[in-house]
């Protein structure tokens, strides 16, 4: 039987032969594939500026950082990957949760207003999954109240939300390039990409042990700088980046094709000309969730849960914070119905039939 991975990343000999060159021929942190790297995905998203990290997580910590949100609320969803509200800890604010929405698993916008405060700094949602927010309403809201709108597209690299790509609609968006992403750097890494020049600058210090010069340091910095061998991975990625989100919408497509008289289960939304998914993963809602991913599992076929549990019931978040249950009860729910597919850019057809066929046999049909 022959087994099919939640996800796989593609790595061919280009992007491990510009790998080498860069070990070879240039300085092994910021070097000149740095810098390509960074002009590429700056102008593949339509940002001024575009700065690599060492991951995601320090991607969203020194935005937070760069904008000062130190003893201040942000504003962010609880159905995420953890990191999400970790930062915002690290980086000196107060964590502050919404709800999030069953109709595309994003922070609900209608829920966003009741958690603003009077020094709330920042609203922060996440394109899960690689759907993109509802961006229109959070915007206006992000206006009206002076929020700081920062995207956590660190799921979302390449999706389209009316004309503008993840991470050039806020003030500043964030990447991560964990291996299991949309494109990776051959290990970890992140990415901001923001048009404000200066923020830009600020995460180029911070990242690089707040040098000002080689020997003269102005604020307290980090070594949070992707080494210039990922880099070179990560550029030739990038060309690919189009091609490999086509083939997940497709992948997408069949799978909600060959599900949709399976009534125990509903499809992610596929999006419209508007709003453009990328597919991250595959994320439906479904009945006996457990015993379904069991049942897969049984079969030879991987799958994921995001998130079994949101961010505000972990146990670090219940210590700190006293969250106890019932707080955000859509994401709680969700929490419990959420299954990820196998999805990845050189997942078969065949492949695809085999998982919606074992689905179908699971609920009887
Ligand atoms: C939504 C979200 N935010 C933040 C992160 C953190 O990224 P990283 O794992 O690169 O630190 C991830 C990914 O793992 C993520 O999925």
């Known amino acids: 039987m022959e087994r099919i991975p939640a996800a796989r990343p593609t790595v061919t000999d280009e992007m491990v032969e510009a790998a080498a060159n860069a070990l070879r021929n240039e300085k092994m942190v910021l070097g000149e594939s740095v810098f390509k790297f960074e002009e590429a995905f700056a102008r593949y998203t339509g940002t001024k500026h575009a700065i690599s990290l060492s991951s995601g997580t320090n991607a969203l910590q020194l935005t937070l950082e760069g904008l000062g949100v130190r003893g201040k609320p942000v504003i962010t969803t609880t ?6 509200a970790n930062v915002i800890v690290q980086a000196g604010g107060v964590p502050t949760f919404c709800d999030a929405s069953q109709a595309d698993n994003n922070i609900e916008p209608t829920k966003v207003r009741q958690a603003i405060g009077p020094s709330t700094a920042a609203l922060m949602p996440v394109h899960l999954f690689g759907h993109p927010c509802d961006m229109r309403s959070l915007g206006a809201i992000a206006e009206e109240k002076g929020l700081i709108l920062i995207e956590d597209a660190c799921q979302a690299h390449g999706a389209v939300y009316h004309g503008k790509k993840a991470g050039s609609i806020g ?41 000002v010069s080689r020997y ?18 990560g550029l030739v990625q990038l060309k690919h980046l189009d091609q490999w989100n086509d083939r997940r919408r497709a992948i997408a497509r069949l799978y909600t094709g060959l599900l949709k008289d399976v009534v125990e289960l509903t499809p992610p939304p596929m999006g419209d000309k508007d709003v453009i998914p990328v597919f991250h993963l595959y994320a439906v809602h479904c009945q006996r969730r457990d015993v ?41 729910k969700l929490s419990q119905m959420l299954l990820s597919l196998p999805i990845f850019p050189t997942m078969t057809d065949d492949q695809v039939r085999r998982v919606a066929e074992e689905i179908r046999q699971f609920y009887g049909r």
């Open 171 to 211: 003030h500043v968006g964030c990447f991560s390039f964990y291996p299991t992403k949309n494109m990776t750097v051959g290990g970890d890494g992140g990415m901001i990409t923001t048009d404000d020049t200066d923020l830009a600058k600020r995460i180029a210090k911070l990242r690089d042990c707040g040098r």
């Open 216 to 233: 003269v340091h102005d604020v307290i910095g980090y070594t949070s700088r992707l080494n210039s061998s990922n880099a070179a991975f």
């Open 292 to 332: 379904l991913a069991q049942h897969l599992i049984d079969k030879g076929i991987e799958c994921g849960v995001h998130y079994p549990v949101p961010i505000h019931l972990q146990p670090v978040y219940k210590d700190l914070y006293g969250f106890k249950g019932g707080e955000f009860p859509v994401a709680e």
């Open 79 to 84: 159905l995420s990957f953890v990191a999400t």
